[in-house]
């Protein structure tokens, strides 16, 4: 079992940047891929970043290429996402997810260990 709690998410203007943290407990995170996806109210959670376990992949949404970035420090079992540029639509809950394997899901399924989300609110 992995235990994921993400944090840094809070009020920001539109262009202005945060990072999320995602803190994994409970086993390594080496060998898991992890993702980042978002969930706006009312709507389906969203796929917005994922990479692998070893860093060497990295797949973003056409939304946020460019603006976003996905990290992961392996030596201290966290996943970070640096956020700039910020828009008002990227006003979501943020969750950070684990998968152990290879491979790198781009689709929530994928995924089986989530994190209880941390809000992000870009005001204009």
């Known amino acids: 079992q992995v235990q994921l709690v993400e944090s840094g998410g809070g009020l920001v203007q539109a262009g202005g940047s945060l990072r999320l943290s995602c803190a994994a407990s409970?086993?390594?995170?080496?060998?898991?891929?992890m993702g980042w996806f978002l969930q706006a109210p009312g709507k389906e959670r969203e796929f917005v970043a994922a990479?692998?376990?070893?860093?060497?992949?990295?797949y973003y949404a056409d939304s946020v290429k460019g603006r976003f970035t996905i990290s992961r420090d392996n030596a201290k079992n966290t996943l970070y996402l640096q956020m700039n540029s910020l828009k008002p639509e990227d006003t979501a809950v943020y969750y950070c997810?684990?998968?152990?394997?290879?491979?790198?899901?781009?689709?929530?399924?994928?995924?089986?260990?989530w994190g209880q989300g941390t809000q992000v609110t870009v005001s204009s």
């Open positions: 997810a684990a998968v152990y394997g290879g491979i790198v899901p781009r689709s929530a399924g994928g995924y089986d260990y």
């Open positions: 409970g086993r390594t995170i080496i060998g898991h891929a």
């Open positions: 990479i692998s376990w070893s860093g060497d992949r990295l």
